[in-house]
């Protein structure tokens, strides 16, 4: 009798290892269940733990991308802002440039202005010595012939007499 | 006696005449005062064209001192712009760092678990499991 029994159980056993998992059975109310071993259960929490974290890490990939793109159109921004920074600078130079070109010119003429208002100064200077030289001229003219005329006129009057 | 005045007569009025010739004669080497005044003249004229020229400049100088000016004022609203740019540039990097040491960090984890699965046993792997299948 215990050979027989050791028979079936090893038998059951037996049957029992043989099964392969996952299966489906119906449970006492009649819902279907699946079965499956430890080994199998352990290795469906450990891919759905993975799965959480491939999640996770598609939308940390999400924001990294978006952070990123952001950092281009910011610094695409810049960029025109730089070129149009450069544009200005560059425009700026070349106003600066005529600026300078205007003051030389400025200079220039203020120097031309002033040569030619001391050569003025030397005609107006000529004039005036011209003018005074003949004013001497007449004053010097009516002294002699004035003189000259009086002691004529006396002469003329004793060689008369 | 007669002759003595006389020939003291003409000796006066010669040396009259004589006078007379040298200071007519001195100074008629110099410029007349008219050519001087037309010297002057056309010197003045230069100086009154000079005088545009010089308005003229001082306008443009002007029209160009305002335009440096102004372009100083966008130059420097630019450089305002390129530094709030600059400083949005910084903290989206700093974000960005950020991220990526999460997303690293995230990928180790991945690595890990696939180097050394996670084995809950009993009521924990039943309690994890009911966590996933909790309806929201």
Redesign the interface.
Known sequence: MKIFLAIIFSLISLFSFSQEYPKIEIDANGQKVVIFT?EQ???I??D???LD??D??KI??D??NI??L??ID??N??IV??E??IA??R??SS??D??LS??D??IS??E??AK??E??KC??N??IE??Q??LK?EK??KW??GG?GL??GV??V??TL | MKTDFKSILLYAIGALFIISLFLNIRGCGRESYEDLQQKYDSRQKQLDSLGYALGYLRIREKELVGAISDRDAKILDLRLQIDSVNRAVISQTQRADRLQRELDKTSDDIKKLRKNPIKRDDQALIDSFKKRFKKP
Do not use: P, W, Y
């Open positions: 430890l259960a352990q290795k929490d450990n759905l733990e993975i974290l491939l996770r890490s940390q990939c924001s990294l952070a990123r952001r950092i910011s610094q921004l810049k802002l730089l149009k920074s200005e600078i425009t700026q106003e600066k005529l600026l205007n003051k010119q400025q003429n203020l031309e202005s030619i208002q050569e003025q005609i107006k000529k004039q011209g003018l030289d003949d001229k010097n003219k002699i012939f000259a002691l004529i002469l003329a004793l060689v």
